[in-house]
């Protein structure tokens, strides 16, 4: 089974505080990505990551920042956490290995962040 | 681009009454992908199907099936027989073929799901 878990569920930081949210994969996969989830707004994608120090932006990557260091992590950086940016944020993997196709992400358990 | 529509906020039905969540999508694309995950109040998404656009072949695992209709752009899911662990919220996803790298997910709003006991 894959599994892709993220560093906390829950976590209250204030306003102007550099936040960082872990996510790490157990499969080996190629491709992962950092997404936001806000009621009545979906799922959009924040920034994704292709291979180990590469990255591109997704939909909304403005006050964000990515790294990926090593294959299996894949972390979310909030250099000046803001009210805006509380939301619930979801990491996912997928193996990225065939070109031509979409491959299935898998997510991990999602961290619910509070910015005050 | 690309563009996933649930029309249907919210729905609750009572148990073991059979339930259709609808899909409608947009893309230019002749190749393209698409999905459908459950979102339970613990809050992970789980992955539940992925279609290509050439496989119309509807498909049904236990209580769900799934109808995909290039026609009118629709990829459907039906519950039959509902159950009270079916409650959460169901999102649809599309994306257009992938070339390592750009393997990008679009999301529709979602379907709440409440099954009454």
């Known amino acids: 089974d894959v599994k892709v878990t993220q560093s906390s569920r829950y976590l209250v930081k204030r306003t102007g505080e550099k936040v960082f949210l872990e996510c790490v994969q157990d499969m080996d996969h190629e491709n992962m990505f950092w997404y936001r989830q806000d009621p009545g707004l979906g799922l959009r994608l924040i920034y994704f990551s292709y291979d180990v120090k590469m990255k591109e932006k997704g939909d909304i990557p403005e006050g964000y920042s990515v790294s990926r260091e090593k294959k299996e992590r894949f972390s979310l950086i909030l250099e000046s956490a803001s009210t805006n940016q509380t939301s619930m944020y979801l990491c996912?993997?997928?193996?990225?290995?065939?070109?031509?196709?979409?491959?299935?992400?898998?997510f991990g358990p999602g961290t619910r962040l509070t910015v005050l | 681009a690309q563009k996933v529509t649930q029309a249907q906020t919210e729905i609750s039905v009572v148990e073991k009454e059979d339930v259709t969540l609808d899909c409608v999508y947009e893309t230019r694309d002749t190749t393209y992908y698409l999905f459908w995950y459950k979102q339970p109040p613990s809050g992970e998404l789980v992955f539940l199907i992925r279609?290509?656009?050439?496989?119309?072949q509807n498909e049904i695992s236990g209580r769900y099936s799934w109808n995909f209709q290039k026609s009118t752009s629709s990829f459907n899911f039906t519950i039959t027989a509902s159950q009270v662990v079916d409650s959460a919220v169901y999102f649809c996803a599309l994306s257009e073929a992938g070339n390592f790298g750009n393997e990008k997910l679009t999301f529709g709003t979602g379907t709440r799901l409440t099954i009454i006991p």
């Open positions: 279609r290509n656009s050439f496989d119309e």
């Open positions: 996912a993997s997928s193996f990225g290995g065939t070109s031509g196709s979409t491959d299935t992400q898998y």
